[in-house]
């Protein structure tokens, strides 16, 4: 089983800074990553997936990057409703699927 | 509009047996494969189990493995997780899931906003 592991576990930033959080895998999973938002009381919301492409309707202030084991999610310039966790989640190898810890955004 | 809306969950006994379900809407539900996962308090997601599109084939987290089944009915836009032999650590709010990508490398790219099972004496 594939290991997803996020850090940092919170991170305090303020609106309109850049936040970077990571995601560190224990073997490589190529491109297959995704990330996830999730807001208190609501489901996941998938953001990016293959590691750097936005799902649909996400906006461009959102970036992924990396290949094999380490990957970043960028958001560039934090709007209100971006305070929220972050989860990655690996789809190379399977089952199972597996996400990380989380990251909340505070 | 994409819509899954789950249902079925409730307090059971351990040892106990439960169906969740989770009718699909506002797509053509038999040209995905389709996913369980669940989410216990303050914890990250936990996938539990996929189902392709036909039913053909289902895989399973070790977790469940032989206690939890998974599967639909085309015809009703419907996936099911049947849920027996219920532990303690199946306390989760379970979420359906369709998967997007391509032949199980999947993502889940949408999400029905969950039923809540509770195991408890």
């Known amino acids: 089983e594939i290991v997803m592991t996020q850090s940092p576990a919170t991170l305090s930033v303020s609106p309109g800074e850049r936040a970077t959080v990571s995601c560190r895998a224990s073997?490589?999973?190529?491109?297959?990553l995704a990330w996830y938002q999730q807001k208190p009381g609501q489901a996941p919301r998938l953001l990016i997936y293959?590691?750097?492409t936005r799902a649909t309707g996400i906006p461009a202030r959102f970036t992924g990057r990396g290949s094999g084991t380490q990957f970043t999610l960028t958001i560039s310039s934090l709007q209100s409703e971006d305070f929220a966790v972050y989860f990655c989640?690996?789809?190379?190898?399977?089952?199972?699927?597996?996400f990380g810890q989380g990251t909340k955004l505070e | 509009e994409v819509r899954l809306v789950e249902s079925g969950g409730v307090v059971a006994q351990p040892g106990g047996s439960l169906r969740l379900s989770c009718v699909a809407s506002?797509?053509?539900?038999?040209?995905?494969?389709m996913q369980w996962v669940r989410q216990a308090p303050g914890k990250g997601p936990e996938w539990v189990s996929i189902?392709?599109?036909?039913?053909?084939?289902?895989y399973y987290a070790d977790s469940v493995k032989g206690r939890f089944t998974i599967s639909r009915d085309n015809s009703k836009n419907t996936l099911y997780l049947q849920m027996n032999s219920l532990r303690h650590e199946d306390t989760a709010l379970y979420y359906c899931?369709?998967?997007?990508?391509?032949?199980?490398?999947?993502?889940?790219?949408?999400w029905g906003r969950g039923t809540t099972v509770t195991v408890s004496s």
């Open positions: 899931a369709r998967a997007g990508g391509t032949y199980f490398f999947y993502y889940m790219d949408v």
């Open positions: 506002g797509f053509t539900f038999d040209d995905y494969a």
């Open positions: 189902i392709t599109w036909d039913g053909g084939s289902t």
């Open positions: 073997q490589s999973v190529r491109s297959y």
């Open positions: 293959d590691a750097s």
């Open positions: 989640q690996q789809y190379n190898n399977w089952p199972p699927y597996t």
